[in-house]
């Protein structure tokens, strides 16, 4: 919670943000969050460094150039700057923490008492595991000699605990369903998010035609575009292309479950899953590892090896059978909900961040 009494803290968070016309996903979500949460205090003081860029449908070379253009300008930022800061969170992906991660801490070590990396997404521990070794002992030797760092699961903070002061901090979202549905069904199940073969569209198609009284809407980014006449023909099947924010709550609220059979090992912990559970959505996901730890099987919604299709009709069909226990299923994807948060998530961080201050 807010202690009144804390003195005026300088913070600076670098990380990308959302840009008026550009899309944007869940890691750009997540940092606006952060933003949000530390601007609503009064005793802190806040410093952004945006480090987003506009390359979507842009060449590589473009893309590398735009890179080194944007990163640079960072670098002379920091280089050139005479603040000081209490705190400073780096928002980063994975991929970057090898060359930007690694030199934005030997920029910013000195110029903070607390330095603290946040890693986007759940890949972390794909990546570092098929770096080489000369990659992992960098990374060893800079961004998690940090005085925290953050991760998106509990198994990554644990896993990763060895190599220096690990901290789970998972994604958050904030939206609330457009009305009480806690006692409705639709007969609809959604999916949202990329239209590719990772994210097991396939299996998503071949469970329509097992629970054909059910309805299925699709949003997102055709990422492969064979999805797109593979839909048409199934009748109960109807892709509705891409979606705004704004609109998510409402979508959501109109439906039975969320459904994400992703086959990505590295998947982490979906916003699309929080903010189904925020709207009194229960969810059918894959048996991945982060998605096992976010969803309560039976509580929130519903785990499964997505090969047995047979068995996700027969418990879809047995809940809309079973309406007391499809709605204890609504009631706890809405508690599991309120746990992700922003304020709920960043009060655990909060509190983290005074107990390394008070060892200063």
């Given at each position: 919670?807010?202690?009144?009494?804390?003195?005026?803290?300088?913070?600076?968070?670098?990380?990308?943000?959302?840009?008026?016309?550009?899309?944007?996903?869940?890691?750009?979500?997540?940092?606006?969050?952060?933003?949000?949460?530390?601007?609503?205090?009064?005793?802190?003081?806040?410093?952004?460094?945006?480090?987003?860029?506009?390359?979507?449908?842009?060449?590589?070379?473009?893309?590398?150039?735009?890179?080194?253009?944007?990163?640079?300008?960072?670098?002379?930022?920091?280089?050139?700057?005479?603040?000081?800061?209490?705190?400073?969170?780096?928002?980063?992906?994975?991929?970057?923490?090898?060359?930007?991660?690694?030199?934005?801490?030997?920029?910013?070590?000195?110029?903070?008492?607390?330095?603290?990396?946040?890693?986007?997404?759940?890949?972390?521990?794909?990546?570092?595991?098929?770096?080489?070794?000369?990659?992992?002992?960098?990374?060893?030797?800079?961004?998690?000699?940090?005085?925290?760092?953050?991760?998106?699961?509990?198994?990554?903070?644990?896993?990763?605990?060895?190599?220096?002061?690990?901290?789970?901090?998972?994604?958050?979202?904030?939206?609330?369903?457009?009305?009480?549905?806690?006692?409705?069904?639709?007969?609809?199940?959604?999916?949202?998010?990329?239209?590719?073969?990772?994210?097991?569209?396939?299996?998503?198609?071949?469970?329509?035609?097992?629970?054909?009284?059910?309805?299925?809407?699709?949003?997102?980014?055709?990422?492969?575009?064979?999805?797109?006449?593979?839909?048409?023909?199934?009748?109960?099947?109807?892709?509705?292309?891409?979606?705004?924010?704004?609109?998510?709550?409402?979508?959501?609220?109109?439906?039975?479950?969320?459904?994400?059979?992703?086959?990505?090992?590295?998947?982490?912990?979906?916003?699309?899953?929080?903010?189904?559970?925020?709207?009194?959505?229960?969810?059918?996901?894959?048996?991945?590892?982060?998605?096992?730890?976010?969803?309560?099987?039976?509580?929130?919604?519903?785990?499964?090896?997505?090969?047995?299709?047979?068995?996700?009709?027969?418990?879809v069909k047995y809940y809309m059978q079973n309406l007391e226990e499809y709605f204890k299923l609504k009631d706890?994807?809405?508690?599991?909900?309120?746990?992700?948060?922003?304020?709920?998530?960043?009060?655990?961080?909060?509190?983290?961040?005074?107990?390394?201050?008070?060892?200063?």
């Amino acid at each position: 919670m807010k202690n009144q009494n804390r003195n005026k803290r300088k913070i600076l968070l670098i990380g990308p943000r959302i840009k008026d016309g550009e899309p944007f996903g869940g890691t750009k979500v997540s940092f606006e969050n952060q933003i949000k949460y530390f601007s609503s205090y009064k005793e802190y003081k806040v410093d952004i460094l945006d480090i987003s860029r506009s390359i979507e449908n842009k060449s590589l070379p473009y893309k590398i150039y735009l890179n080194i253009v944007k990163f640079g300008g960072i670098i002379s930022k920091i280089i050139f700057s005479q603040k000081k800061y209490d705190v400073t969170i780096i928002n980063i992906s994975a991929t970057a923490a090898l060359n930007a991660g690694s030199i934005l801490y030997i920029l910013l070590r000195n110029k903070s008492k607390i330095l603290i990396y946040r890693y986007f997404g759940g890949d972390f521990d794909y990546i570092y595991q098929n770096l080489n070794p000369i990659s992992k002992f960098v990374i060893r030797l800079t961004t998690f000699k940090s005085n925290l760092v953050l991760l998106q699961t509990k198994k990554l903070a644990n896993k990763y605990i060895h190599l220096g002061e690990t901290f789970w901090y998972p994604t958050t979202r904030d939206i609330y369903p457009i009305e009480d549905n806690k006692k409705k069904t639709h007969s609809k199940i959604i999916y949202v998010g990329h239209i590719n073969s990772d994210k097991g569209i396939d299996k998503l198609i071949e469970l329509a035609a097992f629970l054909p009284d059910f309805d299925f809407e699709i949003y997102g980014p055709l990422v492969e575009l064979k999805y797109e006449k593979l839909f048409k023909p199934i009748p109960n099947v109807s892709y509705l292309g891409m979606v705004e924010s704004s609109k998510i709550p409402c979508i959501l609220s109109s439906s039975d479950f969320l459904i994400l059979p992703s086959k990505r090992v590295a998947e982490g912990y979906p916003g699309v899953i929080i903010e189904a559970f925020q709207c009194n959505i229960p969810v059918i996901v894959s048996k991945l590892p982060s998605l096992i730890e976010l969803v309560d099987s039976g509580v929130d919604g519903l785990v499964y090896d997505m090969s047995d299709l047979s068995s996700i009709s027969n418990d879809v069909k047995y809940y809309m059978q079973n309406l007391e226990e499809y709605f204890k299923l609504k009631d706890g994807a809405s508690i599991k909900g309120n746990m992700f948060r922003t304020t709920e998530v960043n009060d655990r961080l909060i509190n983290q961040i005074d107990l390394l201050l008070q060892k200063l």
